[in-house]
């Protein structure tokens, strides 16, 4: 497994893959890396000739600072498990590499990017579609993955590759959880002990909330779930909306769409968590 940093040495590299014939598979990540991006890996490497993994905290999709500096790094580590993986390059380059001067590009993918974390996130989505769209056009990958975990985020990369004259192809990948049900983040890195509890009470509302739904409204289940996080002990929900799976717009009745989702982002302390859960699918 090679580390690259540069773009004229990655180019380098896949540009003599590339007239092999070879595919070439890319999972971008944030590193901080752990089982669920290790899945992502691994299914990307079952199903290309060569991974490329992206290593990179992109400023842009921060509109928070003091997230951006607590974000954790962890590069070596990074690296041990990507190897483990099968991974050919990590591509961990400078912010000055890939942001030689500002990106002004705007991207608008609305009411995709408007609701939900679009709306608690202003310019979020925004720095997420720079970032995603400069490393599918520095690879040039025969597929990307990326985990259904932001559930939202892939939805909008979908989108952004419908618009945009990109020849790939999209893969979600299945959320990941640890034994007792909360979903793999980077995140929970910074959550303490009791905070690691704390936070398992957001999966276990979801989970009730899929056998709740089979015998109440969809009001009613939203409100079960917003119920359960009011009282948890640790936690503050943001929100908690129940959505069309492919327009993320809100539904209000279990008939309204073959397609639906539970979405929540709540705050385990100063710890920003989301998950999701399907209800119809």
Same mark, same amino acid.
């Given at each position: 497994m090679?580390?690259?940093? %540069?773009?004229?040495?990655?180019r380098a590299?896949l540009d003599v893959?590339r007239?092999?014939?070879?595919?070439?598979?890319l999972v971008p990540?944030?590193?901080?890396?752990?089982?669920g991006h290790a899945?992502?890996?691994?299914r990307a490497?079952?199903?290309?000739?060569?991974?490329?993994?992206?290593?990179?905290?992109?400023?842009?999709?921060?509109n928070?600072k003091?997230d951006?500096?607590?974000?954790?790094?962890?590069?070596? =580590?990074? @690296? &041990?498990?990507l190897?483990?993986?099968? =991974?050919a390059? *990590?591509?961990a380059?400078s912010v000055?590499e890939?942001?030689?001067?500002p990106d002004? #590009?705007?991207?608008s993918?609305?009411?995709l990017? %408007?609701?939900?974390?679009?709306?608690?996130?202003?310019g979020?989505?925004?720095?997420v579609?720079?970032?995603?769209s &400069?490393?599918?056009l520095?690879v040039?990958p025969?597929? =990307?993955?990326?985990?259904? &975990?932001?559930?939202?985020q892939l939805?909008?990369i979908?989108e952004m590759?419908?618009?945009?004259?990109?020849?790939l192809?999209? *893969?979600?990948?299945?959320i990941?959880?640890e034994?007792?049900?909360?979903a793999?983040? /980077?995140?929970n890195? #910074?959550? /303490?002990?009791?905070?690691?509890?704390?936070?398992?009470?957001i999966?276990?509302?979801?989970f009730a /909330? @899929?056998?709740? =739904?089979? %015998?109440h409204?969809?009001?009613?289940?939203?409100?079960?779930?917003?119920e @359960?996080?009011a009282?948890?002990?640790?936690?503050?929900?943001e929100y908690?909306?129940?959505?069309?799976g492919?327009?993320?717009q809100?539904? %209000?009745?279990?008939?309204? /769409?073959?397609?639906? *989702?539970?979405?929540?982002?709540a705050f385990?302390g100063? *710890?920003r968590?989301?998950?999701?859960?399907k209800?119809?699918?």
């Amino acid at each position: 497994m090679k580390l690259i940093q %540069t773009i004229n040495e990655l180019r380098a590299e896949l540009d003599v893959l590339r007239r092999e014939g070879k595919t070439i598979g890319l999972v971008p990540t944030m590193g901080a890396l752990h089982a669920g991006h290790a899945s992502l890996v691994k299914r990307a490497v079952a199903e290309n000739d060569v991974v490329v993994v992206s290593d990179f905290v992109n400023p842009t999709q921060f509109n928070d600072k003091n997230d951006l500096l607590k974000y954790p790094r962890t590069l070596d =580590a990074d @690296c &041990k498990l990507l190897e483990a993986c099968g =991974a050919a390059f *990590v591509f961990a380059p400078s912010v000055e590499e890939i942001y030689p001067e500002p990106d002004t #590009r705007q991207f608008s993918y609305a009411p995709l990017d %408007t609701v939900m974390e679009g709306k608690y996130r202003p310019g979020h989505f925004n720095g997420v579609c720079q970032i995603v769209s &400069k490393l599918f056009l520095i690879v040039e990958p025969t597929r =990307a993955y990326f985990g259904e &975990k932001d559930f939202q985020q892939l939805a909008i990369i979908r989108e952004m590759v419908r618009k945009y004259p990109f020849n790939l192809e999209i *893969v979600g990948c299945p959320i990941v959880r640890e034994s007792d049900g909360l979903a793999l983040s /980077s995140r929970n890195a #910074r959550l /303490s002990a009791e905070q690691r509890v704390q936070a398992l009470q957001i999966s276990k509302a979801l989970f009730a /909330s @899929c056998e709740y =739904a089979k %015998t109440h409204s969809l009001a009613e289940t939203k409100l079960y779930v917003e119920e @359960c996080i009011a009282k948890a002990e640790g936690l503050r929900l943001e929100y908690f909306e129940i959505v069309d799976g492919t327009t993320l717009q809100t539904v %209000t009745d279990w008939n309204d /769409s073959t397609y639906i *989702v539970g979405c929540i982002t709540a705050f385990c302390g100063e *710890v920003r968590l989301i998950d999701n859960i399907k209800y119809k699918e």
